[in-house]
């Protein structure tokens, strides 16, 4: 086995092994490929035990909306409780799944960084494409910014204000701000507030 193919066999083995104990992990960006594995994850998880939590850790700067969206929507459609963990850096979209966690169940390591910040797309084509592209790059932050006021409890006016440029937390001012519920220093911290699991309300 060379060795390219011996750290995709390790990966493989490593992330598996996180899954059995409903442990799924966002360690990129957040593009298609990745967003459909994580979504098909959670609903095996989901398919497994639709009551247990399932715990999300992110490290990740960010990236594809819609791939981040259809995360989120699946955390959303299953019945069970996704907890969310923040390592290293949440940002963007990393921030955004990370606060859309199960209430109560939204957890940062002490070094985490979170960074919040307004969608951004490019935008080319004709003038009647840029047109449109304006009109939905506008209903995205709409929504974006909207979910954010509602995970974090704070209005949609100042998340706009905040989010007009980079925002960065520490994990204490994330906690303060309502993005996370609770810093943690270890996985019992978490575990013993996630667990024993209970359904959506």
Known sequence: MNG?????????NIYSRLLRERIVFLGSEVRDQNANAICAQLLLLSAEDPEADIFLHINSPGGSVDAGMAIYDTMNYIPNDVATVGMG???????????????????ALPHARIMMHQPSSGMGGSASDIKIQAQQSLHIKKVLLELIAEHTGQSVEQVTED???????TAQEALEYGLVDQVIKSA????????PA????
Not at 163 to 169: C, E, S, Y
């Open 89 to 107: 850096l949440a940002a963007s979209m990393g921030q955004f799944l990370l606060c859309a966690g199960a209430k109560g169940k939204r957890y």
């Open 4 to 12: 390219a193919a011996g750290m995709n066999f390790l990966d493989d």
């Open 163 to 169: 989010a007009d440029r980079d925002r960065w937390f």
């Open 188 to 195: 019992k911290e978490a575990s013993d507030e996630g667990r």
């Open 198 to 201: 209970h359904k959506k309300d």
